[in-house]
């Protein structure tokens, strides 16, 4: 195994510069449009695919041909910085290509991750669906059916799935669903729905805190048929591993939560991006603004208030590049993945609310950018796992024990 290294290679200071650009250069000067109009920014993402920055290849070559795991996290917070809502509409479609990376066959990754990006002429996206509107930390909660029909060898899906990024307006949706209701949380499976389904609509569009440019939505199921090639790791497979837990034979759990792990570090990148862009334009803002005839940096409250975000944020990346490392390595020990996470959203709440501060009435208005960035950074603490959930997976971690 590889030593940790946080220093970047030429070819990831590449890209840091490639992304930041971007996102100086067209997300910065699109943010504030977007955030007002709460829709979902198209031609932000077609700009995106033009230059290859949305698009499987770049998540492959991201992902895969980088030994270290910090390219992601690298470029994750860049765009990020740029802005939240575009980052999450830009980065969406990447949950629904995680989906099938992780169960699919290698020859349904090559099928669908691809039609959830198309291309610059014809950009698609994707969307993953777990959440339900009574189940979002409660995984063992989810009603979403998935009933197998062996006259047409087809998947009948019912049920209602809350809070999707993309959900009804991408072109595939991957949907977790419930075969074996009795076995909880190991009777799910994973299932592609092509594009053009009939039985799948969008419900209610969220009216939301922050990310407003990213759309999220309710996705309706009603009697969705899909083939049988569409369920994810196959028919066999599948019957195998159900088999497999009615013997009460252990399953691959450890695989699984590997798989959360290592991707939680990227989550916390988004959220130091956040925080880093309210940060730097606090720090500016100190050293123009005047009050009493000085500078307000030069108040010993307002530079220490600075001098506590730059080592939060320096600390948290530390803390997420390891975390990516180790990820890549498949060497977590105390669940460093869910660490990353759980203090990166703490820190981006925290360090955009003190931005405020520096900024007095200015910063609470809406003609300032860290208004909105205080807005986008709250999610951070709540998808992709909440707090109390990571806290969760961490004391179990520690302490061995099953800490409800
Ligand atoms: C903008 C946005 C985008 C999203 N995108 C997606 C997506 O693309 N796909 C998808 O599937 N989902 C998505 N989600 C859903 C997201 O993952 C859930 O909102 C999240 O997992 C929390 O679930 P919940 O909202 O049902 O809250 P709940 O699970 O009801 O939690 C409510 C509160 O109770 C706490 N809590 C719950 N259980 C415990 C416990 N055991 N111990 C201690 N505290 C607990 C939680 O931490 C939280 O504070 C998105 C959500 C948002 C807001």
């Not at 198209?42 to 499987?56: D, H, K, M, R």
């Not at 969705?224 to 497999?244: F, I, Q, S």
Request: hydrophobic share 40%; proline share 3%.
């Amino acid at each position: 195994m590889a030593d940790f290294n946080p220093s970047l290679n030429e070819d990831q200071l590449t890209i840091q510069k490639w992304v930041h650009d971007f996102a100086e250069d067209v997300m910065r000067p699109n943010a504030e449009e977007w955030d007002e109009r709460e829709e979902f920014p198209w031609p932000v993402v077609q700009e995106a695919a033009q230059i290859g920055l949305y698009g499987w290849e770049f998540l492959a070559n991201a992902m895969f041909n980088d030994p270290t795991g910090l390219t992601m996290p690298v470029a994750i917070e860049e765009m990020f910085w740029g802005d939240a809502g575009l980052g999450m509409a830009i980065m969406g479609s990447g949950l629904a290509a995680a989906g099938i990376a992780s169960s699919g066959t290698q020859d349904q990754v090559m099928e669908w991750v691809p039609q959830c990006y198309g291309d610059a002429k014809d950009v698609q996206l994707g969307a993953f669906a777990a959440s339900e509107p009574d189940a979002g930390s409660d995984v063992g909660g989810y009603r979403t059916s998935a009933k197998y029909d062996e006259a047409t060898d087809e998947w009948i899906l019912n049920g209602t799935k809350a809070w999707i990024t993309n959900g009804g307006i991408a072109d595939i949706h991957v949907v977790v669903a419930v075969v074996a209701p009795e076995l909880k949380t190991k009777g799910h499976a994973s299932f592609i729905v092509p594009p053009g389904t009939k039985g799948l609509s969008m419900g209610q569009k969220y009216k939301k805190h922050g990310i407003r440019a990213s759309h999220t939505a309710e996705v309706v199921l009603d009697d969705v048929r899909v083939p049988g090639r569409c369920l994810l790791g196959g028919k066999e497979k599948l019957d195998e591993r159900l088999a497999r837990v009615r013997r009460g034979e252990r399953g691959n759990s450890q695989a699984a939560m590997q798989t959360f792990e290592a991707t939680r570090p990227t989550v916390g990148a988004q959220a130091i991006g956040v925080a880093r862009a309210a940060y730097e334009y606090s720090l500016d803002y100190a050293k123009e603004r005047e009050a009493f005839g000085r500078k307000i940096i030069m108040n010993q409250s307002i530079a220490f208030m600075l001098a506590d975000m730059a080592t939060e944020i320096e600390a948290t990346r530390l803390l997420i590049w390891r975390a990516a490392w180790l990820g890549k390595q498949k060497a977590f020990v105390n669940a460093e993945g869910s660490m990353a996470k759980l203090k990166a959203g703490r820190v981006a709440t925290h360090v955009t609310e003190r931005a405020i501060q520096i900024l007095g009435g200015y910063g609470y208005t809406r003609e300032c950018p860290v208004e909105r960035w205080h807005r986008d950074a709250k999610i951070h603490d709540i998808f992709e796992g909440t707090e109390q959930i990571q806290q969760l997976v961490i004391s179990r971690a520690i302490s061995g024990l099953r800490i409800e």
